[in-house]
Structures are given as C-alpha cells and as structure tokens.
C-alpha cells in the first residue's frame, strides 16, 4: 500500500504545480522589456515604464490580474492624497480615479456597492463582474437610478464618470463638440490619465505629464487616444487629469504633479 500512496501523494503535487502554472501564465504583454517598475505575485503582474518622446513625458502601466476582487478603488469623501490612499488600500499601484465626490452626477459603483444615482452628461465607464469593461456615451433620457440598481444587480463591479470615451471595440470615438464636463478643448495639451481593457482582466493605464515647459508639455486627447489604441485597448475612457494626473506605486510617486505637489482627490483606482 505504501507505493499506491506514494503514487497518489506525487500525482497530487504535480496537479497542483500544473494548476499553480496555470494561474502564473500571463497574456502577452503590449509593454516591452527592459521595464522601469515591475511587481509580480499569484493574483497580478504590474510592469510600468516610463516614456519620454520629444517634449511629452508620460508613464504607461499594464496590469494582468487572476480575479476581478483585484481591481479596487479606495474613496474618501473629506479628500486625501493619492499616496495616503494607496496605503490605505494597501496598494501596489494607484492612479487618481474621477474624483466622484467633488460633484453630484452620475451612477457611481465602487467595489460592487452603489455609493450614487443621479442624472448627468458625463461619459461612463462600466466595469463588470468579469472585469470587462464598457462605456456609455449617450445619456439622454437616462433611467438613472434603475440602471444603477440593475447594473448591482448583474454584479457590476466598479463605474467611473468622466471622459470623454477614447476607444470602443479597438476603434476611436468621435468627440462630441457638446461634450462638455472638461474645461479644455480635446486639442490642449494637458496632464492626463486615462484607463483601458487590453483583454481579459487585462489592462491598460495612461498618466501623462503636462504644463511644464522643459520637461513636459501635456498630450491632446486625440493623441491620448492613439496611444491607447497602440498598446491595444479595445475600451478606453479619460478620466480626471490636469493637476489630478498622478500614477504611484510602492511607496513613490513616480510622475511630476503638475502643481508641483499630489493634489487632494477623492478617489483613487488601485491594485
């Protein structure tokens, strides 16, 4: 009997190193070796590098994740730092969300509870259960309140609202001329962040730094959304940029604030 154990003990370690094997294959990454920054454990696989072309300095992060419950958001209404959420979140990147609590609009779900139902005009960004991303551009005549309660239903898991929408199914949106939640018109240069879904819990994260002659001018939106087609989102939304566009990870703030300091946001987007 003590071989037909033996055979059964070394027939569960290998199932289990084939499914641990499993868990650790990666898709095919859109950011190239060397990387800058680069974090891996069993649920997720950060590589971020940072991009100076000509006079625009940005940082581009890909992050791979095993499930969806790795795809936060850390919110305090009474605003904060980007850095004191991301420790409080205990997270191992971060970027400024939309900053949802300095205004009244939109459906607003984070980490599968509805914090908000009211109607708007900005653009949406749905994050689902299975981590696939949407957006919602047209609001006219929106059940708001019934959406947010059947999109909880259905298991959604994270909405941002801001914009505008730069990519859906791999292709460039058209700006609407009346889209009017920005300030800036889409040919400005300014500091951005912007979030999008390469493939499954897959994903794409633009930061770019702006309003600093000598080091870095800004991108417009149509550039930002090229950019996001060339690492390969297939979904893509702007969200809240100028002095809010930070990206932090481990303990650093890696790009330059265009205020020269992190300004106070109310949320945060991290893993």
């Not at 779900?109 to 949407?134: C, F, K, Q, W, Y």
Request: charged share 20%; glycine share 10%.
């Amino acid at each position: 009997m003590g071989r037909v154990y033996k055979f059964f003990f070394c027939m569960l370690i290998t199932l289990l190193c084939l499914t641990a094997s499993a868990a650790m294959a990666w898709q095919t990454e859109v950011i190239g070796e060397p990387y800058d920054w680069q974090y891996e454990d069993s649920q997720k696989r950060i590589v971020v590098n940072r991009v100076s072309e000509g006079n625009v300095v940005y940082f581009a992060a890909e992050v791979q994740l095993t499930d969806i419950s790795g795809f936060r958001t850390e919110c305090d209404s009474s605003l904060a730092a980007v850095s004191d959420l991301a420790n409080r979140a205990g997270a191992v990147l971060a970027i400024n969300g939309d900053d949802y609590a300095t205004h009244k609009y939109g459906v607003i779900i984070r980490n599968g509870e509805l914090l908000r139902a009211h109607d708007t005009t900005r653009n949406l960004l749905l994050v689902d259960g299975n981590g696939d991303m949407s957006v919602r551009v047209d609001r006219k005549g929106e059940d708001y309140k019934g959406l947010g309660n059947q999109w909880i239903s259905e298991g959604a898991w994270q909405t941002f609202e801001f914009g505008p929408a730069l990519v859906e199914n791999g292709q460039a949106l058209a700006f609407s001329p009346s889209f009017d939640v920005i300030s800036t018109k889409a040919s400005r240069l300014e500091p951005r962040t912007a979030i999008g879904q390469i493939g499954p819990l897959h994903y794409i994260i633009i930061v770019v730094d702006g309003r600093q002659d000598g080091y870095s001018v800004g991108m417009s939106l149509p550039d930002l959304q090229q950019l996001m087609i060339d690492y390969g989102a297939q979904t893509a939304l702007n969200l809240d940029g100028g002095g809010s566009a930070e990206i932090w990870f481990q303990g650093q703030i890696l790009n330059k604030p265009a205020g020269g300091q992190e300004r106070q946001v109310s949320d945060i987007i991290c893993f």
